[in-house]
């Protein structure tokens, strides 16, 4: 097939060809302008000028420097003068393909080779990926198409990122890149994209909780152990718009809004690359721990149906997925590839016993709970595992799709959008029978287990023209809309307040989030250096739409069907709204908008042979807290053809996000007096623009900023050997979070009164920190194969620390109080761990492979309450991986693994325990005795503590 076609800015066209080595003339003439330079932009402007694609060795080439060419040549002649003295020459390959070779490989005949040719005519003229073969052999005679995938190691990855004008080699880079094919993808056997990449990333985190009403469904995905809203997601090089939802619970990423990462399907991707570098100077707010940019699939034709299942070892948590991805063809000129994905995944339960008495108890001497002769009975019936505590269901459709249309020689239209769905379903606390202000008993008469169902619906569109203005300059002009939303289900729930007359399903409220941009990128080559500039507007759109009215109302009923309750506290008020999650009431309803635009220039040149440098400028103006200015400088220096060592310094900024200006909820607790009597008190996290922030002054939200620098080494003594070391350290000022919860004082007291409040929380610029630490990945493929096949070993290393330098002192009426907690503070500095090591090996054959991988997820500390009051630190733990490939001639392939093969778990819990205890009865007989019902941390668990898992997958290539 023709590669005439490509999606720029962030989008390749890999095609597989098949050469002879018969060699063809161009007779026309060429007008060319090249000057003596490096020979990897010299080759470059060639095929620009010419408008072929080309290959070469990047290895052999890229120290060369090539001579002058002003005038009208044929290809042919051009490639001549341009190669003269560099022991290299050029030919033009099946009217299609100029190739580089050393002159000792041209004319040779040997046996069949595969080769790959990333880009097209006007893709190189627009800046996009030329891939490189890293050990050329010679041109192959009579060759026949093979239908053998190709293998990363078989090409140097150039990165899309990193950089607006021309995309670098990775290793190459003067940032840290790190790029994961497809097949490194689907290779790790998990299902969820964000699983996948923190099995394949070490520097990436994506960790699991549990009893977190909304973070139990949409996890937070983090770079380098920041925030989730610290790292940029981008698709196709485009910015991604975020999650609605905020995680306003004790987790990871508390306080934030993410992108949700697992609605963008493994099965949908070409490649996925990790920018481990700020990178606000070149897109934008957010990008302070660096970018994830996912590539989609763009082959017009062929495609792939895939279908897994798999299960843990305790025989829960059955996962399938099923897969569609085909490519066809628009005419000569285009294509559309089109992915379809389905997951189901059941729940899992880690949940220990629960020992707290569920009908009438006292308490004994010894501290037992002693059940009454009355329920005892009930009380040993009862079953005890009434927590789910685990992985929540999930079922999810998604569909996305790539386009991309040469519209004439010189303009190219390209589109990308998706649809997605996804339905989850949560436990709570289980309320018990005897909690007279949370159930009823005609309804649950042995209490309940509240679900949390949210539907999360997730569309996204952006279409764009990419156009060459003489042989120079080339200009994208883009739109784009994303949009997200969060709907809060509440099943098997009550709302005690309306009696009887409670329903037990309620719409608890929705959330959404949208972002509308357009952008205008150019890049203009002077040869010897490339300027990008550009400027873009967007329009963010957050809204809550209120729940209905049962879901957060206070009927005011007064429970006396008490039978259970002590009578010291007789009939009790119901609590008011679902119980669970009480639903938004239209006093919390947001409609809010705000723009933004920005204008930014960048500089790239190879000032030597052997030294590149990068430099780069950004403006941002956002409605609320005006302009801000960011820059970078980077630059990478060859200095043996084994070893780069590259650096860079950046300053970065993240605007407040919408939802930590806008989100607010209100809830009711009741809580007895200094009297004994029960009371309604009303704690709400308040919007900053609120009545009582202003009372309280609660300054509005300011700008996160920040100053990273890096400096690393790139090593590659010999051949299929690389090696990359990069140190970093990432200052940042004001960051924001949730404050703790703030009580009426003698100075604050009017203020919660004129508001009718009792307490409150509020986002606020709560401190500033500094992180560093250290990324280490290598990998080595062996020259020889072994019994017959060929291996590949990898390592890759995370270690990152961060603290926190400065707590902002607490303004206006609320001065002298500690708004941000203890717990706050250790969120940030350690629910993360602190270091993650990959070991891998692969063996393959034409039909087999064989992969093991060793994963260590490194130490981590967890506190319970707002003042640590309980602390532990989980150790170390390394998981290993196992899986084995078979490929039929047909296309078919069959795969069989282990996820976590021995195991391993987090440490046991010791603390924040829950329904611990001991029951017996009237003569002293065990009923149960249990430690509590979280036998793990439900706050961070980095691997999840679901254990071992086993799976199996069919795919079929055509």
């Known amino acids: 097939m023709n590669c005439k076609y490509a999606i720029k800015s962030g989008i390749t066209c890999v095609v597989i060809f098949a050469f002879t080595s ?3 003339a161009d007779d026309s003439k060429h007008t060319l302008h090249i000057t003596s330079q490096n020979a990897v932009a010299a080759l470059t ?19 060369l420097r090539v001579n002058t060419l002003n005038g009208n040549y044929t290809l042919q002649e051009a490639l001549d003068l341009i190669l003269k003295d560099s022991g290299f020459s050029g030919r033009l390959l099946n009217r299609e393909v100029i190739t580089i070779s050393p002159r000792s490989y041209l004319g040779t005949q040997s046996k069949e080779n595969k080769m790959i040719i990333k880009g097209n005519k006007r893709a190189l003229a627009s800046g996009a990926s030329i891939a490189i073969l890293s050990a050329m052999t010679a041109v192959p005679a009579n060759a026949q198409t093979s239908s053998q995938p190709i293998q990363k190691d078989e090409i140097i990855v150039t990165a899309t990122i990193g950089s607006r004008g021309k995309p670098r080699s990775a ?6 890149i790190d790029s994961i094919n497809a097949d490194e993808l689907i290779g790790t056997g998990a299902t969820e994209t964000g699983r996948i990449l923190q099995e394949l990333v070490p520097s990436f985190n994506f960790s699991s ?14 770079l380098r152990g920041l925030g989730p809203d610290q790292t940029l997601v981008l698709v196709n090089g485009k910015r991604r718009h975020k999650s609605a939802l905020i995680h306003v619970n004790t987790s990871v990423g508390r306080g934030t809004a993410g992108t949700d990462i697992n609605a963008i399907p493994s099965s949908a991707l070409k490649n996925v690359e990790v920018l481990r570098d700020g990178a606000a100077a070149l897109y934008g707010s957010d990008a302070i721990a660096g970018v994830i940019n996912f590539v989609l699939k763009d082959s017009a034709e062929g495609g792939n149906i895939s279908a897994s299942v798999g299960q843990y070892y305790e025989g829960d948590g059955r996962s399938v997925n099923l897969n569609v991805n085909k490519g066809f063809a628009l005419g000569e000129d285009g294509f559309v590839n089109i992915t379809y994905e389905y997951n189901n995944r059941e729940s899992t339960n880690r949940a220990g016993l629960s020992a707290q008495c569920q009908y009438l108890c006292t308490t004994n001497a010894a501290g037992d709970q002693v059940a009454d002769p009355s329920t005892a009975d009930l009380e040993r019936a009862f079953e005890r595992q009434n927590f789910r505590i685990g992985d929540s269901d999930s079922e999810a459709h998604t569909v996305f799709a790539n386009l991309g249309y040469d519209l004439n020689d010189t303009s190219s239209l390209y589109a990308f959008g998706s649809w997605g769905s996804r339905q989850n379903e949560s436990g709570g606390f289980y309320r018990r029978a005897n909690q007279g202000s949370r159930t009823l008993l005609d309804l649950y008469p042995n209490g309940f287990l ?6 999360i619906s997730d569309v996204s569109l952006n279409t764009g023209i990419d156009w060459e203005i003489g042989d120079k300059l080339t200009v994208d002009t883009s739109v784009g809309y994303g949009s997200n939303s969060y709907n809060f289900e509440i099943a098997n729930s009550a709302n005690v307040s309306l009696g009887l007359a409670t329903p037990t399903v309620f719409d608890a ?3 959404k989030l949208s972002e509308l941009s357009a952008n205008i990128d150019a890049v203009y080559d002077f040869d010897k250096y490339v300027l990008a500039f550009g400027g873009g507007y967007r329009e963010e759109t957050y809204e809550l739409e209120a729940g209905e009215p049962a879901s957060y109302a206070n009927g005011g009923f007064i429970n006396t069907d008490t039978i259970y309750v002590p009578t010291l506290f007789g009939p009790t008020s119901g609590s ?13 309803q947001v409609d809010e908008t705000r723009t933004s635009y920005a204008a930014y220039a960048e500089v790239s040149a190879d000032l030597t042979d052997r030294i590149n440098a990068q430099a780069a400028a950004r403006y941002e103006n956002y409605d609320g807290f005006g302009g801000t200015l960011t820059w970078k400088v980077a630059g990478l220096a060859r200095v043996t053809d084994y070893l780069n060592v590259r650096g860079s310094i950046a300053s970065g900024f993240r605007a407040p996000s919408m939802q930590q200006l806008y989100f607010n909820s209100t809830s009711t607790q009741f809580v007895q007096n200094g009297a004994g009597v029960t009371v309604a008190e009303e704690r709400g996290t308040f919007r900053n623009d609120s009545s009582l922030a202003k009372a309280l002054g609660i300054p509005d939200l300011q700008e996160e900023t920040s100053l990273s620098w890096g400096l690393g080494a790139v090593l590659t003594p010999f051949d299929g050997f690389t090696l990359t070391v990069d140190y970093y350290k990432i200052d940042i000022d004001d960051r924001i979070m949730i404050s703790g919860s703030v009580n009426p004082t003698p100075a604050t007291a009017a203020a919660f009164a004129a508001n009718a409040a009792t307490s409150g929380q509020f986002f606020i610029n709560g401190v500033d920190t500094k992180t560093s630490g250290v990324d280490i990945i290598t990998a080595y493929k062996l020259p020889n194969q072994v019994m017959g096949g060929d291996v590949k070993l990898t390592a890759s290393a995370n270690f990152t620390s961060t603290s926190v330098k400065r707590e902002i002192p607490a303004p206006g009426l609320l001065a002298g109080l500690d708004l941000v907690t203890d717990q706050d503070i250790s969120i940030l500095e350690e629910w993360q761990p602190k270091s993650r090591i990959n070991l891998g090996a692969n063996w393959s054959n034409d039909h087999w492979s064989f992969s093991l991988q060793g994963s260590q997820y490194g130490k981590y500390t967890i506190c319970e309450g707002s003042s640590c009051s309980s602390r532990q630190t989980f150790g170390a733990k390394w998981l290993a991986d196992v899986s084995a490939d078979y490929r039929f001639e047909n296309g078919v392939k069959l795969t069989v693994g282990a996820n976590n093969l021995f195991d391993q778990t987090p440490d046991a819990n010791l603390i924040g325990q829950s329904r611990g205890g001991r029951i017996v009865d009237t003569a002293g007989n065990l009923i149960v005795e249990s430690d509590g019902v979280f036998q793990f941390s439900r706050r961070s ?6 254990g071992g898992y086993v799976y199996s997958r069919v795919s079929i290539n055509f």
């Open 22 to 24: 018969e060699a063809f």
């Open 45 to 63: 402007s060639l095929a620009k000028q010419t408008k072929y694609p080309l290959i070469f060795d990047y290895n052999q080439v890229r120290s």
């Open 171 to 176: 290793l190459d880079s003067p940032v840290a």
């Open 209 to 222: 909780s549990s009893i977190s009403d909304g973070t139990d469904s949409l996890r937070p995905a983090t």
């Open 450 to 455: 509240p679900l949390i169902r949210p539907e």
């Open 509 to 511: 409220g929705t959330l």
């Open 576 to 588: 008011a709204g679902a119980q669970v999650f009480r639903g938004f009431s239209p006093s919390n």
């Open 941 to 946: 668990a980095p691997f999840g503590f679901n």
